[in-house]
């Protein structure tokens, strides 16, 4: 059965095309520096968002019209494998990102769960041996039960603490079967709503433990993925114990985490820390823990998770200035974490964000390569620390200065000069390069 009979494969067809259903940037043969632009972006289509979202609301109802809604439980979960591998061919992505609850439903023990996750892997696994695309990461849903009020590997309940063990047990055995090149975590409920009745120390120690055992347990089965955590402040939780990329390198530099893990950057979530997206991909570039990226973005005037299609291409250049400073993302990628608006519930609407998106990031790599080739940041930044080159600056750096030397170096000093940061120049040039990034 065809789920999008009225699509044909998306081809690239260049800026001047009138076809919505065509890439306008994204040429995935086309060769920036040293690699193609589908290496270089590695894209990733998001399972739960595109499948299994139905487009509820706190004040709505469903709304997505999917040729798979009349169907339900394991024909429903059937009907979406289905077309899932129908949508990543037309789209000509090369991977995709799952939750276990996002392709088959709970039971009613785990022991059926797994049943149900067994009978769908399978089918999952028929359609990969002959199809071009694979998965990027897999996860655990450790959030939506009731059972997880309290949270999962930081839950109060020691029941909670061994259920959310033995979901992403199994969560890794599916990882290796499917050869998976990453494994997400991400602590939807590992935090808490008041600190009046947490002990936050004993559920940070718990996390911890919980970490090692799966980095255990990955080598005990010989999974050779890389494992990824996810940072986002708040929601649903108040307070998340994963907040951004910073609290996250403590976290695991303080349990001794650090040479396992990397971190799942999400631009949403960035916003929602109080940050830039490229403020948490620098951070976590300069620590050597850039993974891998869920690509969408927010709404500055809303203070809530929006997941939209990223279309701001000031972000996702200097998104891409940050991956390409990177070296690339290694075996992450730009997973669409982005859901279509809730107006936009035709099935077409799927392909036509995604284009979106795609081009978008097309365009934030050829000027971010551009900027990184002509050097423009570079120079400036390298004369803007200058001082450090020569002279005290210098002893600076390598040691050789205390507060005595220090002192002596400024007590008679009549005046200090500082230079212009020249920021808004630096915004000027970027705006340069992006308008005539693709200019005849």
């Not at 289905?82 to 039971?107: M, Q, R, W």
């Not at 900027?371 to 620390?385: N, P, S």
Request: hydrophobic content about 40%; overall charge negative; aromatic content about 14%.
């Amino acid at each position: 059965m065809a789920y999008f009979e009225n699509v044909s494969k998306i081809q690239y067809e260049g800026a001047d095309s009138k076809n919505p259903l065509s890439f306008k940037f994204y040429n995935p043969e086309e060769k920036i520096g040293d690699r193609k632009m589908k290496d270089w972006l590695r894209f990733s289509v998001a399972y739960w968002h595109t499948f299994t979202y139905d487009g509820t609301d706190p004040f709505g109802h469903g709304n997505m019209i999917r040729p798979w809604n009349h169907l339900k439980g394991m024909d429903l979960a059937k009907a979406r494998v289905e077309a899932a591998f129908e949508f990543f061919e037309k789209l000509n992505v090369s991977y995709f990102c799952f939750h276990d609850v996002d392709i088959a439903p709970e039971g009613d023990t785990l022991r059926e769960t797994n049943k149900n996750l067994d009978e769908i892997v399978d089918m999952i696994e028929e359609y990969m041996k002959t199809s071009h695309v694979k998965l990027l990461w897999n996860t655990a849903n450790m959030f939506s039960h009731p059972r997880f009020v309290h949270g999962a590997a930081t839950s109060c309940n020691a029941d909670v603490f061994a259920y959310a063990a033995a979901k992403v047990k199994k969560g890794l055995e599916i990882a290796k079967r499917l050869n998976a090149e990453n494994y997400v975590f991400w602590g939807g409920r590992e935090g808490y709503e008041s600190i009046l009745n947490t002990d936050v120390g004993f559920e940070l120690d718990n996390l911890a433990r919980f970490f090692h055992m799966a980095v255990d347990y990955a080598k005990e089965i010989g999974f050779e993925g890389q494992f990824l955590i996810e940072p986002k402040p708040k929601e649903p939780t108040k307070h998340q114990y994963d907040f951004d990329v910073a609290t996250g390198l403590a976290f695991l530099q303080k349990y001794g985490l650090q040479d396992y893990f990397k971190f799942n950057i999400e631009a949403n979530h960035a916003t929602l820390a109080g940050h830039t997206f490229e403020h948490e991909l620098r951070i976590a570039r300069i620590n050597g823990k850039l993974g891998s990226v869920d690509a969408n973005q927010g709404d500055l005037l809303l203070g809530w998770d929006t997941d939209e299609f990223p279309t701001d291409l000031y972000a996702t250049t200097l998104a891409m200035y940050e991956i390409v400073k990177n070296g690339g993302l290694g075996k992450g990628g730009l997973n669409f974490d982005a859901k279509v608006r809730r107006g936009s519930f035709e099935p077409e609407d799927l392909f036509l964000a995604h284009i979106s998106g795609m081009d978008s990031f097309a365009v934030g790599l050829k000027v971010a390569h551009k900027l990184i080739e002509d050097q423009v940041l570079d120079k400036f930044i390298e004369q803007r620390y200058s001082s450090y080159k020569e002279g005290i600056g210098r002893d600076i750096v390598e040691g050789k200065a205390d507060f005595h030397t220090l002192e002596n170096h400024v007590l008679d000093m009549k005046e200090i000069k500082n230079e212009s940061g020249k920021v808004e120049e630096l915004r000027s040039l970027i705006n340069q390069y992006l308008l005539t990034a693709f200019a005849k």
